[in-house]
């Protein structure tokens, strides 16, 4: 979008931001502030972004995380241990190689495992410190809320035969 295409449409946003706080302030005083508060604060963003002074650094910009998880090597694997009476947990351990220029603090990892009615999610974060260049092994709890299925001659629910786990993102430092 060219600078004038975004000026002419800041401009109608402004006009059609105007007309709005006209009639809110006719009617409701406090609302009429609150819109007034939150079409400035719109504007601001919108100029900042427009002359490039809002955002990241343009000499370090930040990386989505799925190119952080593109740039880095990752071999994981789980297991299902109890975790209380009719509750198991799934811990995940693997290295992770950083290719990146950017420290990675953490990974979170997202589990499913059938349960005894459909399947159970869970996810979290397993801290680890892993430089540019680097290879680094991790170990940790993924989540512990999962509360096994139904066989057949046991009374108490047992660990969930399948499950799957991956990586969602990567924690960058």
Same mark, same amino acid.
């Given at each position: ?5 975004? =000026?002419? !449409?800041?401009? @109608?946003?402004?006009?059609?931001? !105007?007309?709005?706080? %006209? ?6 005083? *406090?609302?009429?502030?609150?819109? *007034? %508060? %939150? ?8 100029? =900042? ?12 910009? #930040? ?5 952080? !998880? ?13 975790? @209380? ?16 220029? #950017? ?18 999610? %869970? ?24 509360? &096994?299925?139904?066989?057949? &001659? ?14 969602? #993102?990567?924690?960058?430092?």
């Amino acid at each position: 979008m060219d600078s004038d295409t975004a =000026l002419l !449409v800041f401009l @109608g946003v402004c006009l059609i931001g !105007v007309v709005l706080v %006209g009639l809110l302030i006719v009617f409701t005083p *406090i609302m009429s502030w609150l819109l *007034i %508060g %939150g079409v400035v604060f719109l504007g601001v963003k919108f100029g =900042l972004t427009l002359f490039g002074l809002s955002g990241a650094s343009s000499d370090r910009p #930040r990386l989505l995380s799925e190119n952080l !998880v593109s740039k880095s090597t990752i071999s994981m694997s789980t297991g299902v241990r109890p975790a @209380g009476p009719e509750r198991f947990a799934i811990n995940a351990s693997g290295s992770i190689s950083n290719h990146s220029d #950017r420290l990675i603090t953490g990974i979170k990892v997202w589990c499913r495992a059938e349960a005894l009615h459909g399947s159970d999610t %869970g996810s979290g974060t397993i801290p680890v410190a892993v430089k540019p260049g680097e290879t680094q092994s991790f170990s940790g709890e993924v989540a512990n809320r999962f509360y &096994g299925i139904a066989q057949s &001659g046991k009374v108490l629910r047992v660990a969930p035969e399948r499950h799957f786990c991956r990586v969602e #993102r990567l924690i960058e430092g």
